[in-house]
């Protein structure tokens, strides 16, 4: 469960698959005998019109993927950008403080793993194809019958999560009286980089 209080709860399908295929790389968190178990994976939104699920793969190397095989609930947090917000920026008031913006996404489901070597080829050459698109390289895998390639498949382990709960959390100045959230939109990205442009980008999505 995120502590999310109703003013930056945000529950609108589109903006919340758009950001979790712009971050798509995501904190997956499962539970084993010693405790949570966490890793750090690219995770692929699939919403073709049935139930959203997340795609992804990990080394076989890497323990989770037996939590993945015995059914348990997943939990895959996206994070969105963040800043810090100066109260410098606000009119002036005795009880002004700074605080942090974020945009941040739960995503809690059940894992398969994938059996196939060839679907598993299929998700990794899915993953590539998405990440080389914005870069302009035109690289991709090559054939699947390539021997060493194949011996990378079954390096790694497939699978989806078919998503049963997602929370997101767009913490966007949403309390603050309009003349301080214009003043916030224009002093973000004078300090915050890429971070801030982005942050703004999802306060005038949400309406602010």
């Known amino acids: 469960m995120m502590y999310s209080p109703t003013h930056y709860q945000e529950n609108r399908p589109d903006l919340i698959f758009e950001a979790i295929r712009r971050y798509s790389f995501a904190t997956v968190i499962s539970m084993g005998k010693e405790g949570p178990f ?8 699939e919403n073709d019109g049935s139930a959203p699920a997340l795609v992804g793969h990990c080394a076989r190397a890497n323990p989770q ?10 939990t895959a947090i996206f994070h969105g950008p963040h800043a810090y917000i100066s109260p410098a920026w606000y009119q002036p008031q005795a009880d002004n403080v700074p605080t942090w913006n974020y945009v941040a996404i739960h995503a809690k489901g059940t894992a398969q793993i994938i059996e196939s070597s060839d679907q598993t080829f299929q998700i990794l050459r899915t993953i590539v194809r998405h990440f080389e698109s914005s870069y302009g390289t035109n690289w991709d895998l090559p054939d699947p019958s390539n021997v060493e390639l194949d011996a990378l498949v079954k390096a790694i382990v497939g699978f989806r999560i078919d998503i049963k709960d997602i929370q997101a959390k767009f913490k966007l100045s949403q309390k ?33």
């Not at 890793?39 to 692929?44: F, I, Q, R, W």
């Not at 037996?66 to 609930?73: A, K, V, Y």
């Not at 959230?181 to 300090?191: A, D, N």
């Open 38 to 45: 966490v890793s750090h994976l690219p995770l692929l939104l």
């Open 176 to 208: 603050q009286p309009a003349a301080d959230r214009s003043k916030v939109i224009e002093e973000l990205p004078k300090v915050a980089g890429s971070e801030g442009s982005a942050l703004v980008e999802y306060m005038r999505l949400v309406g602010i």
């Open 65 to 74: 993927w037996r939590h993945f095989s015995e059914g348990q609930e997943i």
